[in-house]
């Protein structure tokens, strides 16, 4: 029997409220582990970016910790000071945008987007940046004579396959992806998500997926979380909750998709 | 001309024209500098009697410095007689009645824009660089908060990807001039728009140099024997400029040239731009 | 009680007599004439001629005189005369290359072909008020020098004056000579070109209308967006090519006769710039250009303008475009002082009808805020219930 795997990332009873309106985050509790994909689903406003978003370091929450395993302790993201929580992010957590556009810097080259966080990590080898952007660009199915070329020409589909490379050329610890196939038609999203899923395996990251759609979840996730106004209202493995959900919300959203 | 006439007398204004509290504002910045190499100290910029952005931060610095015993070198380009070089220098005669020369080896302050003297400086000079642009992120980063941030958690990674970007286009670094360096390992500076060819002599310098940048309201140091490194890859070392051809003059090949047209035809010629050191080399007695 | 406010053309008649009255000022103190703006404000008339798009120091003078100094309200004043002026034929391209040079600077090179002229400039002055200049007598003889003015008489007498320095340059002189490594002027072969006195730019704009839109832009407004792009919002690295300030004669062709003839001089000047561009695969890294002209001694504008008529061929260069400066609809629509002054003081006319409509739509804002604050729920976190987490171990 497999041994279980480390704990990666575990979040307590995190909550984040903007200006005076309904919290986009309540105490939202969960853990994570290496190799373990975590779907969070809801419809738009349902809290599930806010939450990424903390996890991610890029919004403080108002209360709750995001703890994060570095190589020998265990990391408490947001009580560490900015300076050192700056140097552990950009190799432990990636953020994979929804839009490509964000996590890219368009008038840069593809293999340049994928050596800059390498550079960053203190990459200082060409021939071997390089080398790692081509390998790179092989595994996310770019063709590698596209190296030179400045990602604003690509196609919605192709920059988001630069993107996750971008995002997982420095191993990442732990990665979190906002609606990944969000804005790209339906043969691209299939492709991606393949792509996605034996990305993952490879690897062996601890991933959370936020989405909207139900298919993705399915797909992707070993685990789900559902999550409404703010609120995590049910939880469990991926077949069981989107097979035999029990909130009435979660059966909406399942029902929903079946009809779509 | 009549505007350099007046307020010819000491009385109007302070020695080296900058009143002494302000001198001792810029003072301080500077010993931050100092003991913070590379990091930029912001300051309380002055407006002075020559427009920003042509030597107002240089200026500052080199009126924070200067005493009656100081002997003052001023070059533009490397050249002792362009009319920057010799308008910054007769600013200085006039408000501070110091001496001045155009013999690197004699002067206690250069202040330079663009170039560092071929000579060797010495532990008993300072060089003062002019600087437009003090933050060498600025051209990947404009917003200056972002910036700031970068600095402080160390974070040049997007300057690493300029000089990829360079090599995978054209097979090298396209920097040739205001080269960033990252100073005692520590900050990423910009060591004012001279050649990269001067870059090496920042390395473990004996001289304190300084960095004022007036318009941007910055001061950086590199002190004596501080280690300065051109970014570059380990596969792509740093290297300067090379002349195929040497002075026309004097005949030095280790020296920085500037291109002399001759005609409109594209006839041309090669000279030293450290006009001290070719007169050196030729055996000429330069003025002081 | 409510009196409304009548009576504005009685206001309208005093502000004006209250307007004579402190344009001139204290009649001790002797009335400026004109003439002594041409002469004496020489800049200030440049500027108004430049912006006004209309050579005439004479007018520009008075134009000054009339907005007491205004540069801006001069320069509308002198546009707004242009406008009435019957256009009666088509100059030649002005040849700058015949100019008689007043001051001209190469900065690519020590020394260029033709040689460095300072001349004229403020460049290498200590700024530091002068005592002597309070005085009534100019404290230098200078009857040595030949004045400004007197250039375009030079001009029409061809009389080869000493300190008139009339070099025959060529128009691509020092670095712009160098055809292998500077991309070639632009033809002007290219058609019609445009006019944007009497058809309105249209965007995409092309260069012809750009650089006519530059040549009136407001010197603020060009100088702010250059210095923007230096500063880090753009990637500009400029070379002056060459800088020029001196007179040209101004040819005109005469269809009926087929004779080409000389109809006077105007003072201008000419900034050429090259930037090094390495964007566009199909041509080899080169330097691009960048080209400002402007009439009068106006050198802050010349190099302006040319630096954005550069930042504004981004996009033919293949460079991404992603600064104000490199947009030529948020360059040309606002660089207008004419058109920017009007707006902006346009705030000072009576708006009392929209915004009593405003206020209502204010208060139907507040009255729904005031009604969702009461709701439950608002600002307060819910107690949540909270999730078990898996796997403790």
Partial sequence: MKARAREILRVERLSKTFGGRVPACSAVSFSLRQGEVLGIVGESGSGKSTLLRCLAGRIQPDEGKVLIASDDHIIDLWTMDEASREQFLPTTVSLIHQNPRDGLRLDISAGGNIAEPLMAAGGRHYGSLRTTALEWLQKVDIEKRRIDDLPEIFSGGMQQRLQIARGLATHPRLVLMDEPTGGLDVSVQAKLLDLLRSLVRELGIAVVVVTHDIGVARLLADRLMVMQRGRVIEEGLTDQVLDDPHHAYTQLLVSSVLQG | MGIDLAFDDHGVYSFAYLDEMTKRMIRRAILKAVAVPGYQVPFGSREMPLPPGWGTGGLQVTASLLGREDMLKVIDQGADDTTNAISIRRFFARVAGVATTERTGEATVIQTRHRIPERALTEDQIIVFQQPQPEPLRRFIPHEVVARKLHAFAQYGVMYVRLYEDISRLGHVAMSSDYPVIVNGRYLASPSPIPKFDNPKLHRSRALALFGAGRERRIHAIPPFTDVKSLDFVDHPFTVQHFESCCSLCGAQDSYLDEILLDDGGRRAFVCSDTAYCAEQRGERTKS | ?393
């Fill in chain 3, 1 to 393: 009680m409510i009196t409304s406010i009548k009576g504005g053309e009685a206001a309208i008649a005093a502000s004006h007599r209250l307007l004579a009255k402190r344009r001139r000022g204290d009649p001790a103190i002797a009335n400026l004439s004109v003439g002594q703006i041409r002469e004496q404000l020489s800049l200030a008339v440049d500027r108004v001629m430049s912006e006004g798009s209309l050579y005439d120091p004479e007018l520009a003078a008075l134009a000054i005189k009339q907005a007491e100094g205004d540069l801006v309200e001069a320069i509308y004043l002198l546009r707004a005369f242009r406008t009435t002026l019957t256009r009666f034929g088509h100059a030649e391209p002005i040849d700058t290359a015949a100019m008689i040079v007043r001051r001209r600077i190469a900065t690519t090179h020590k020394d260029v072909p033709g040689g460095q002229l300072l001349g004229p400039t403020y460049d290498y002055t200590h700024r530091m008020l002068d005592i002597a200049l309070m005085g009534e007598a100019g404290h230098e003889n200078l009857s040595d020098l030949t004045g400004e003015r007197e250039a375009e008489d030079e001009l029409e007498n061809t009389a080869a004056d000493a300190d008139a320095v009339a070099s025959a340059l060529r128009r691509d002189c020092g670095v712009l000579a160098r055809t292998d490594l500077v991309e070639p002027a632009l033809s002007e072969a290219h058609g019609k070109v445009a006019d944007i006195t009497r058809a309105p730019v249209m965007f995409p704009s092309r260069r012809d209308e750009r650089l006519q839109s530059l040549a009136r832009g407001d010197e603020g407004f060009l100088m702010g967006l250059c210095y923007s792009t230096m500063r880090g919002y753009g990637r500009s690295h400029p070379f002056i090519a060459e800088l020029r300030y001196g007179d040209a004669t101004v040819v005109l062709t005469v269809p009926e006769l087929d004779i080409s003839v000389g109809i006077g001089a105007v003072r201008l000047t000419e900034c050429q710039t090259v930037h090094l561009t390495s964007r566009d695969d199909s041509v080899p890294p080169r330097y691009t250009r960048g080209y400002g002209l402007v009439l009068g001694h106006g050198e802050r504008k010349a190099i302006s303008m040319a630096m954005l008529d550069r930042t504004l061929r981004s996009a033919e260069l293949g460079e991404t475009v992603a600064y104000p400066a490199q947009d030529d609809e948020f360059v040309l629509s606002h660089c207008d002082s004419v058109a920017a002054s009007g707006l902006v003081q346009h705030l000072k006319l009576p708006h009392y009808v929209d915004f009593q409509a405003e206020l209502q739509l204010l208060s139907q804002m507040r009255a729904d805020y005031a009604k969702r604050r009461a709701e439950p729920g608002f600002k307060t976190a819910d107690p949540a219930t909270i999730t078990e987490t898996l796997g403790g171990d």
